[in-house]
């Protein structure tokens, strides 16, 4: 688990899954031989043999009224077509409690987009049947991404995502659909990051002086930082990801915001620095 404080702000991690390798599914571009000289990404994001370090994980933000949890990992007893994420039995609501956050007392889920590993515990198998793993929470999610995803519900590649983690909340009338720069409360709105799915937003904390980003998956790993051409096979629109991720980069570069990675492995956060070759790093000093 890990903390920031951003003014008054409080975000803690906590984790459903950490993994090195088994990436290139995702950044098929990131190769061992591509990697190993990017050598900053060592030892946090990238092993001594040039596996890439992956996290999934959800963030708590929590401002001492409003408890947000932003992405909701992969969830138990889910089938998916992935071998390793199929029918998990973890321990992720014991965590969440034992950080403070049971799941009885959060106001809020944000889903930065609909994909399989942000969404899956937005439900729990309870009887035979999907319900809302967050009763007294709002789920937020983008209109333009639900409308998509609504016509667009494809199962092959991971599995029946939507009908056993999106639709059951919006049935169950706790879904709500904001547009891309939705104010959450006074400190917490989102931002249009859009690209590696069509209503995919970001979100900005902004509290006493202080600022960070949850990224989502517009960076889905450090290294698009450094080469930000290198795009995820699960981009809808990879041209439209390198240009909000080129656009997002050169907007914080040398700045105070902290950067909160959603799937950046321990420690997760940083600053994004110049490198003399024109491209980026993430500076967890």
């Known amino acids: 688990m890990n903390q920031w404080s951003i003014g008054k702000v409080n975000v803690t991690r906590v984790v459903e899954m950490q993994v090195a390798g088994g990436t290139k599914f995702i950044l098929p571009d990131a190769t061992r031989e591509a990697c190993l000289p990017i050598e900053w990404m060592q030892p946090h994001f990238m092993d001594e043999a040039g596996n890439l370090i992956m996290s999934i994980h959800a963030l708590v ?9 932003v992405d909701t990992c992969i969830g138990n007893d889910k089938q998916r077509n992935i071998p390793s994420w199929t029918n998990l039995q973890t321990d992720f609501l014991k ?36 319900i ?60 249009s990051t859009p690209g590696h799915t069509p209503g995919h937003v970001s979100v900005l904390i ?35 990801g390198q240009a909000t991720r080129e656009s997002l980069l050169k907007r914080y570069v040398d700045s105070d915001v902290l950067v909160i990675g959603t799937h950046f492995a321990t ?5 994004i620095k110049s490198l003399e070759e024109g491209a980026y790093w993430l500076d967890v000093g």
């Open 61 to 69: 933000i929590d401002d001492g009224e409003k408890r947000i949890v």
């Open 95 to 130: 965590d969440l409690e034992q950080a403070g956050y049971p799941r009885e007392s959060i106001d809020m889920v944000m889903c930065t987009h609909l994909h399989v590993d942000h969404v899956g515990w937005n439900t729990m198998l309870v009887d035979g049947r999907w």
């Open 132 to 191: 809302p793993t967050f009763p007294n929470a709002r789920y937020l999610m983008a209109e333009k991404e639900w409308r998509y995803w609504n016509s667009h519900a494809e199962e092959e590649a991971y599995g029946p995502v939507i009908e056993d983690s999106v639709r059951p909340i919006v049935e169950s009338g706790l879904a709500e659909f904001v547009e891309e720069d939705h104010q959450l409360t006074s400190e917490v709105r989102l931002i």
């Open 206 to 240: 902004e509290s006493e002086g202080s600022r960070a980003l949850i990224t989502g998956d517009c960076i889905h790993h450090p290294v698009q930082m450094t080469r930000t051409d290198w795009c995820s096979s699960a981009d809808f629109d990879q041209d439209q």
């Open 267 to 271: 420690p997760t956060a940083g600053y």
